[in-house]
């Protein structure tokens, strides 16, 4: 149990929200306090931090102030405790005392107790985040309000979610969506005081076309309950909606895009959940949850692929053709064997070691500093990704929305390949925990366009396995990899057709290549799998769009070896 003293007293000795800067700190007379506190001021992501001390033995604060002070700092030193940013406390509610002294029997025998418990966010391994609490005793009334006001006072300031539009895909990966989402996420939103209007889909495209129609402005954010399929629906029902309201023609591939500003969480309930793993860092309804809670925002960049100005999707994973276009068709006659289905077509598509032939262009992407090859992933705060923004507010300044001609070269690549991906992002997920480019920005307005040309199935289960390890997958002969801005593809089938419409011989799917019997080139396109669904067209046009919609989310934290050792500070400071 944790006793508190006077909120401001408490708040001004951690620099709390009553304090940002050291020169309004006016605690003078408690020397070691001050001391401690400056020192405190002095660490990264302390600011505006409460600092809970948790301790096990229990005291009722005393009204001298400095004794008070001195004992909680002393009774830490050999205890545990752990501060926590006040962006990071997800609610503050008086204590239902009956409860809690039911649980702790020698506070029967005292006084009437008030109490308030604050939940907070408590980061465990792997990016995973829980809901933790703590709760405050005090025998003063008066006193427990108020720390209970000037913390919810503290809320207020932080821009969080109130209202927000909640679709569950019912049939999603294991067909778990409702049940997650009902029992691990409804409870922290009603926690949170976030109110929601839930709708279960009914078919394919449901939460799509319901964005067209609701009134979308009494909404701060869109929550979707699936997986990638389920995330694509959604994104596409915003931008969609965003277009169409802002008269922008989506089927003219130059058009500027107009930004979505309303942010979308993703609850991971799919098979992949390539976007959620990519941008959390891990598959977890709960941490996803408490993410949305604490209002994160992280902007995000999507890739428009057209046909013949015709508009086709929106893409913000993997762009595949060859091996994952071929996985992908053949797993959905499989959608009942649940995600286990991309292992079994994963495997014959990797057995059959089919090759496309066909033509890439694509114009580099010059403007980012990074380049797929680095060492260095994106991570929270990600400083080439804030360059492009920055880029980005330039433009938009000098331009507006007109659309800015584009002259920078092309480059043109022609071959034969097993796979040609082209990812938005790492696409990190559970089967592969670095991804598919491990070096690719969530918003740097790139992709990182992957070549893998034909080799023997030897290679090509090499290249595989570094998916799943530590290893470096573009060190191969046979795979290149460039981070462009737009790309376009041609299949030779269609190149041919285009040039020789009579040549009834070449229209026939399925052949294999007629020149080279023993070639394993298939005359046959491919498919595009396009986050997961499968496009008609093997031609496509292919623009990145920097930064076009913002997730609930804060892009992968750093190792919590930062965090940790922070902590460790203010420990020995005390
Ligand atoms: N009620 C529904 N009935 C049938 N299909 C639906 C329904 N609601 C949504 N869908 C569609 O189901 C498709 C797949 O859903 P989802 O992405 O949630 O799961 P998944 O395919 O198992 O996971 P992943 O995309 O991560 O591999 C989506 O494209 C979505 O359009
Ligand atoms: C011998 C070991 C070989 C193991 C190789 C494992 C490689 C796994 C890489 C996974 C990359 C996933 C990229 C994300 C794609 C998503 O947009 C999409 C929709 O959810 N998922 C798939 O297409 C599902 C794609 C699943 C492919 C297996
Ligand atoms: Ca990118």
């Known amino acids: 149990m944790l006793f508190l003293h006077k909120p401001a007293t408490y708040l001004g000795i951690t620099n709390s929200f009553c304090s940002h800067s050291a020169t309004r700190f006016t605690c003078t007379s408690f020397e070691k306090a001050c001391a401690i506190r400056y020192q405190i001021s002095g660490l990264r992501g302390t600011e505006g931090a409460i600092f809970l001390f948790q301790n096990r033995c229990s005291w009722i604060l005393a009204s001298c102030k400095k004794v008070l002070i001195l004992t909680i700092f002393r009774s830490c030193v050999h205890t545990e405790s752990c501060?926590?940013?006040?962006?990071?406390?997800?609610?503050?509610?008086?204590?239902?005392?009956?409860?809690?002294?039911?649980?702790?029997?020698?506070?029967?025998?005292?006084?009437?107790?008030?109490?308030?418990?604050?939940?907070?966010?408590?980061?465990?391994?792997?990016?995973?985040?829980?809901?933790?609490?703590?709760?405050?005793?005090?025998?003063?009334e008066q006193l427990c309000n108020q720390w209970i006001q000037a913390l919810k006072e503290l809320l207020e300031l932080q821009t969080r979610p109130k209202q927000?539009?909640?679709?569950?895909?019912?049939?999603?990966?294991?067909?778990?969506?409702?049940?997650?989402?009902?029992?691990?996420?409804?409870?922290?939103?009603?926690?949170?005081?976030?109110?929601?209007?839930?709708?279960?889909?009914?078919?394919?495209?449901?939460?799509?076309?319901?964005?067209?129609?609701?009134?979308?402005?009494?909404?701060?954010?869109?929550?979707?309950?699936?997986?990638?399929?389920?995330?694509?629906?959604?994104?596409?029902?915003?931008?969609?909606?965003?277009?169409?309201?802002?008269?922008?023609?989506?089927?003219?591939?130059k058009a500027p895009l107009v930004q979505c500003?309303?942010?979308?969480?993703?609850?991971?309930?799919?098979?992949?959940?390539?976007?959620?793993?990519?941008?959390?860092?891990?598959?977890?309804?709960?941490?996803?949850?408490?993410?949305?809670?604490?209002?994160?925002?992280?902007?995000?960049?999507?890739?428009?692929?057209?046909?013949?100005?015709?508009?086709?999707?929106?893409?913000?994973?993997?762009?595949?053709?060859?091996?994952?276009?071929?996985?992908?068709?053949?797993?959905?006659?499989?959608?009942?064997?649940?995600?286990?289905?991309?292992?079994?077509?994963?495997?014959?598509?990797?057995?059959?070691?089919?090759?496309?032939?066909?033509?890439?262009?694509?114009?580099?992407?010059?403007?980012?500093?990074?380049?797929?090859?680095?060492?260095?992933?994106?991570?929270?705060?990600?400083?080439?990704?804030?360059?492009?923004?920055?880029?980005?507010?330039?433009?938009?300044?000098?331009?507006?929305?007109?659309?800015?001609?584009?002259?920078?070269?092309?480059?043109?690549?022609?071959?034969?390949?097993?796979?040609?991906?082209?990812?938005?992002?790492?696409?990190?997920?559970?089967?592969?925990?670095?991804?598919?480019?491990?070096a690719a920005h969530l918003a740097d307005g790139s992709a990182d366009l992957i070549l893998v040309r034909k080799c023997s199935r030897f290679d090509f289960l090499r290249y595989l396995v570094r998916h799943t390890n530590q290893d470096d997958q573009f060190d191969f002969s046979f795979v290149d990899v460039y981070r462009v801005k737009s790309f376009q593809f041609t299949s030779k089938l269609l190149e041919d057709n285009e040039s020789d419409v009579t040549d009834i011989g070449k229209k026939h799917f399925g052949q294999f290549c007629r020149d080279h019997p023993a070639c394993c080139c298939n005359i046959a396109n491919s498919t595009w799998n396009c986050d997961g669904e499968t496009l008609d067209s093997s031609a496509i046009e292919v623009r990145v769009h920097c930064q076009l919609m913002k997730l609930f989310a804060r892009g992968i934290e750093e190792n919590h070896k930062e965090a940790v050792s922070n902590q460790s500070r203010v420990e020995q400071l005390l």
């Not at 679709?167 to 922290?188: C, D, F, M, S, T």
């Not at 889909?201 to 954010?221: M, P, Q, S, W």
């Not at 929106?314 to 499989?334: A, I, P, W």
């Open 83 to 140: 501060f926590v940013p006040t962006s990071e406390i997800i609610a503050v509610e008086e204590t239902d005392l009956n409860k809690k002294q039911r649980n702790s029997g020698k506070w029967q025998k005292m006084a009437k107790l008030h109490a308030f418990t604050v939940y907070y966010v408590k980061k465990a391994q792997n990016h995973r985040w829980r809901c933790s609490d703590v709760t405050f005793w005090c025998v003063d």
């Open 261 to 438: 500003n309303i942010r979308i969480g993703i609850i991971p309930a799919g098979s992949t959940d390539c976007v959620c793993y990519s941008t959390v860092g891990i598959s977890d309804p709960v941490t996803s949850a408490l993410h949305i809670i604490l209002g994160d925002s992280q902007p995000l960049d999507v890739s428009s692929v057209h046909h013949n100005n015709t508009f086709l999707k929106y893409t913000v994973s993997l762009l595949g053709y060859g091996f994952y276009g071929d996985v992908l068709k053949d797993s959905e006659k499989k959608r009942w064997m649940g995600p286990m289905r991309y292992d079994y077509s994963g495997f014959k598509t990797f057995l059959s070691h089919h090759c496309y032939e066909g033509t890439i262009s694509f114009q580099p992407a010059k403007h980012t500093l990074g380049s797929p090859r680095d060492k260095d992933s994106c991570r929270t705060g990600c400083h080439i990704c804030r360059q492009s923004e920055q880029q980005l507010a330039e433009q938009r300044k000098k331009c507006g929305l007109k659309h800015e001609e584009d002259e920078e070269e092309w480059k043109v690549i022609k071959g034969k390949f097993l796979a040609i991906n082209a990812v938005n992002m790492s696409c990190a997920c559970p089967r592969s925990p670095k991804g598919l480019s491990p």
């Open 164 to 253: 927000l539009l909640v679709y569950i895909n019912p049939y999603g990966g294991k067909r778990q969506g409702k049940r997650i989402y009902e029992q691990k996420v409804a409870p922290l939103f009603s926690l949170a005081s976030i109110s929601t209007d839930v709708f279960v889909t009914e078919r394919a495209n449901h939460a799509k076309d319901n964005l067209f129609e609701v009134n979308i402005n009494k909404y701060d954010g869109v929550v979707c309950v699936g997986g990638d399929g389920m995330f694509s629906e959604v994104m596409h029902g915003l931008i969609g909606r965003m277009q169409k309201d802002s008269g922008i023609d989506q089927n003219n591939p």
